[in-house]
Structure formats: C-alpha cells, structure tokens
C-alpha cells in the first residue's frame, strides 16, 4: 500500500491530493471492516512516515475512531 501510493503520487502526478487521500482512507477502512488488515493506524502512520502522505491530525483522528483504535 505504502509504495503503491508513492507509485501513483509520482508516475500519475496527481495533484488532487485531496481526492486521492479520501480514496485511500476509505480503502484502509473497508479492508479493516473486512479483516483482511489488523490495524489502519498501523498503515497510516507508515504511509504519513515513509510516503509524505498527508492528513489533518482532526482526520486522522476521525479515521482511527471510525476504525475503532
């Protein structure tokens, strides 16, 4: 996931980050309802750490509680 994400941000140039981050949060939140993650904030800090990803510390806290973390 972490390097898909940096793949697409370079190959793609996508500058509507905002669409892009939307979509994969919602990705990490339907792979968690769905077991086949153990942990999105596992994931997002990773991507936030390792792939300048980047999120609004009020979605990020959103997401975790959406996650149940």
């Known amino acids: 996931m972490i390097l898909s994400f940096a793949i ?3 190959k793609y140039h996508i500058f509507d980050y905002e669409y892009l981050n939307t979509w994969l949060l ?9 077991i086949l993650i153990p942990s999105v904030k596992i994931l997002l800090d ?3 750490e390792k792939a300048d990803f980047r999120v ?6 959103t997401i975790i509680q959406a996650a149940g973390e």
């Open 26 to 34: 919602g990705v990490l939140l339907q792979a968690k309802r769905q």
């Open 46 to 48: 990773k991507m936030i």
């Open 8 to 10: 697409i941000k370079s």
């Open 56 to 61: 609004s510390k009020e979605l990020y806290s």
